[in-house]
């Protein structure tokens, strides 16, 4: 795994307040002075970049202070989950950059002892199994500031209650028939308090325990008492859950269990996304995108997939910090992150997307030249290569105009550009079709002024990228956008119709270094003046690969 230390706490930056909760906690010998977090995802979707902050925040910390962290699903659902949530979140974790502690744990581990927990409820006369349905149960909650209507099975003795919950435990009821629910107050301020369902009856496969259970805790009974049972210290959760903190210690008051603390802090919000999986998962059944790792959506294995690097990713959540209130954060500063990791490490390579043919015409045909090209000038140790250079070559359509201001730097009748890694080039003539596009650019090279080796005493303004001609590879290029049109997409209803309908566009027949062809799953790339580029393992076939656009070199975004 990653060394990610460096990265989580830099000494510039004074302690978060949970830091100065742990250190505190520490000091006191509270918990013995042990630090151990957990994660606690449900294996119902595919993790995002706001489950990525709650990683670093709580692995992280874990780390710091010397601590474990315990990975953690919490299945209490199983209609949404699946054993490819559970894989593709391990995944996303350690590419990351984290290990948890042993083995992965999960609630369904502990659905016996649960149960017993609720018979131990039910026990000292604080829970009662409820026969009305949902809607009537939350028609007597009442609302804020109206205190909310006792059921009339709230009066049931212990002895009944145990007896109707094994009922419900073996199959005898239908579902939506009977739930458990704690027995606390109903005029309680908080709305959760008002004797909230702990156990419904649910007849669905069990990924993991099949049918062996048809009762399944609620997560609102199952999370704290799951942390209590693996003796977490430290529960860091997101701000959503702050209301649900007094329940979470009522039920460890009432079972007399280990008093894991829950601490709050503000989830990730960023703008021109969303955050909610239901809603990914949407995007993903009506075909927006092609599956929770397309490079546009805000899941880890959609950014891993673009192009992102874990440790970008890890240095944007240190950026953001750990706050107590909920803000919403420019998704610049995540394309930042990236731009500034890559920068070090991206191999400066050169691709021609919109292609036009480039004849040197006083190069010789039959010639052809190795120039010596710098990988990356930002790491020396990243050396050189050689690139092919011969009389024809391509270049882009987009670097030539014919009639141009005194701003202009590329080509143009009258003009002249170095070729990056080569020669100066000075314009000769043009070709174009019957519609008036140009077609091809023929110039004139200046022999003594090779790169490196420049006696020529000409100073272009401008510097072009190429592709020899008769080396040049075909590929697919994607460039990818922002999803979203809108800073909010949510805001103005339904965030369908905040889609952006030019976040993908597809060129073909790009032409790239011979180099490209064997480009590997997982390196990143620089095309220069282009933009960071990575391979797109799925659509890639062998003699054709596809490169997907992480993120331009600036930010050219209008908003």
Known sequence: MSDTSSESVPDARPANFIEQKIKADISSGKHGGRVHTRFPPEPNGYLHIGHAKAICVSFGLAKQFGGKT????????????????????????????????????????????????ACKLISKGLAYVDDQTAEQIAAQKGAPGTPGVNSAYRTRSAEENQKLFGEMKAGRCKEGERVLRAKIDMGHVNMLMRDPVIYRVKFVNHHRTGEDWVIYPMYDFAHGQSDSIERITHSLCSLEFENHRPLYNWFIRALDIYPSEQTEFARLNLNYTIMSKRKLLRLVEEGVVD???????????????????????????????????????????????????????ALRVMAVLNPIRLVVLNYPEEKMEMMKAVNNPEDEAAGTREIPFGRELWMEADDFRVDVNKKWFRLAPGRTVRLKFAYIVQYVNHLQDEQGNVTEVHVNYLPNSRSGQDTSGVKPKGTLHWVAADSAKEAEVRLYDRLFKEAAPEAKGDFMDALNPNSLKILQGCKVEPCLSKAAEGTYFQFTRLGYFTLDPKHSKPGLPVFNRSVSLKDGWKG
């Open 70 to 117: 315990n990975l953690r699903f919490d299945d209490t659902n199983p209609e949404k989950e699946s054993l490819e949530y559970v894989n593709a979140i391990k995944k996303d974790i350690s590419w990351l950059g984290f290990d948890w502690d042993g083995d992965e744990f999960y609630t369904s581990d502990y659905f016996e002892q649960l149960y017993n927990y």
């Open 291 to 345: 599956d929770w790792d397309d490079p546009r959506m805000p899941t880890i294995s959609g950014l891993r997939r673009r192009g992102y690097s874990a440790e970008s990713i890890r240095v944007f959540s240190n950026l953001i910090g750990v706050a107590k209130r909920n803000n919403t954060i420019d998704v610049s500063l995540l394309e930042w992150s990236l731009r500034d990791d890559l920068n070090r490490r």
